[in-house]
């Protein structure tokens, strides 16, 4: 049962962010994780996708040995930035649909500002 109370709280927490954002109009850095992957994805402020990371790339896949750890959110940060960087979007929000800023969601947010994403 407390399974349930904790990712309703989570939902509840991600609604509250994304009416801001829909009101700012932001280009947002999304971010998604789950016990086995890491996903982020830049999305605009009329909902496309414009750039996209995860662990599930061969590209990342190769150069981590887990995919659910703090080691391989670093790598999809860097990634995330480095190609988002390069189609001319620094500036974002950052959305982290409800997680708690601590751990893996923590460790993206510090890598992509360290590759050029600034929020």
Avoid: W
């Amino acid at each position: 049962m407390n399974f349930f109370k904790k990712k309703n709280a989570r939902i509840r927490r991600s609604i509250k962010f994304r009416k801001n954002f829909k009101r700012l109009k932001n280009i947002r850095l999304v971010v998604h994780r789950s016990s086995r992957n890491i996903y982020a994805q830049i999305i605009s402020s009329d909902n496309f996708v414009l750039v996209s990371a995860s662990t599930l790339e061969k590209k990342i896949k190769n150069k981590i040995s887990y995919p659910g750890n703090k080691k391989s959110a670093k790598c999809v940060g860097k990634y995330i930035a480095t190609r988002s960087v390069k189609k001319g979007f620094s500036k974002v929000s950052f959305d982290r649909s409800g997680f708690k800023y601590h751990g893996r969601i923590r460790e993206l947010a510090n890598s992509a500002r360290k590759y050029g994403l600034k929020f």
